[in-house]
T-cell receptor, first 115, second 115 residues
Framework: DTEVTQTPKHLVMGMTNKKSLKCEQHMGHRAMYWYKQKAKKPPELMFVYSYEKLSINESVPSRFSPECPNSSLLNLHLHALQPEDSALYLCASSQGTENSNQPQHFGDGTRLSIL | AQSVSQHNHHVILSEAASLELGCNYSYGGTVNLFWYVQYPGQHLQLLLKYFSGDPLVKGIKGFEAEFIKSKFSFNLRKPSVQWSDTAEYFC?????????????FGAGTRLFVKA
């Protein structure tokens, strides 16, 4: 079992809906990440939070809005998504982003389908 | 820009066969390299990592990888695969960017082991 918990596991939404993905870790990690993974492709980085501050935004469209309420929680707010946004959304955490030797711990992901 | 190349996209082996998956990276600085594995229906998890020291690193489940600096390579090996090794394998490098280090993944290699 992973130590990074993501909810919901599956989400189906229409293009006009607003929903949120949630991620939680209790390992004391100070960096948290959102990735998007399409079928048969590697994870693509979307956002990085370091010490609860957004440190990396990989030019993600504004219809994706991340939020880090505290060091254990990471949300991804979704609004007006497009069918091409259907994918597996992965959350990960690591001890920090200051050093390059930190592996990431991944959640099981939320499988998102946009109708 | 930093990149990671995995040579084999699909590999099919019989049980007890030896495995070698190729990985090359383009980053010229000090590197930290990882292999992650994603078993069917499960989350991405760390298989092994290289930071410094002995270029031959051992990971979980009998896997090992060799860092060859002159070839910019970090190939994954296992002497004798099992059916349970069927999974997707991602090579990754932590590279510096604005806002801290981030993980760059290769395209992945899908391994199928025949029983």
């Amino acid at each position: 079992d992973t130590e990074v918990t993501q909810t919901p596991k599956h989400l189906v939404m229409g293009m006009t809906n607003k929903k949120s993905l949630k991620c939680e870790q209790h390992m004391g990690h100070r960096a948290m990440y959102w990735y998007k993974q399409k079928a048969k492709k590697p994870p693509e980085l979307m956002f990085v939070y370091s010490y609860e501050k957004l440190s990396i935004n990989e030019s993600v469209p504004s219809r994706f809005s991340p939020e880090c309420p505290n060091s254990s929680l990471l949300n991804l707010h979704l609004h007006a998504l497009q069918p091409e946004d259907s994918a597996l959304y992965l959350c990960a955490s690591s001890q920090g982003t200051e050093n390059s030797n930190q592996p990431q711990h991944f959640g099981d992901g939320t499988r998102l389908s946009i109708l | 820009a930093q990149s990671v190349s995995q040579h084999n996209h699909h590999v099919i082996l019989s049980e007890a066969a030896s495995l070698e998956l190729g990985c090359n990276y383009s980053y010229g600085g000090t590197v930290n390299l990882f292999w992650y594995v994603q078993y069917p229906g499960q989350h991405l998890q760390l298989l092994l990592k290289y930071f410094s020291g002995d270029p031959l690193v051992k990971g979980i489940k009998g896997f090992e990888a060799e860092f060859i600096k002159s070839k910019f390579s970090f190939n994954l090996r296992k002497p004798s695969v099992q059916w349970s090794d069927t999974a997707e394998y991602f090579c990754a490098v932590n590279a510096p960017g604005t806002g801290g280090f981030k993980t760059i993944f290769g395209a992945g290699t899908r391994l199928f082991v025949k029983a």
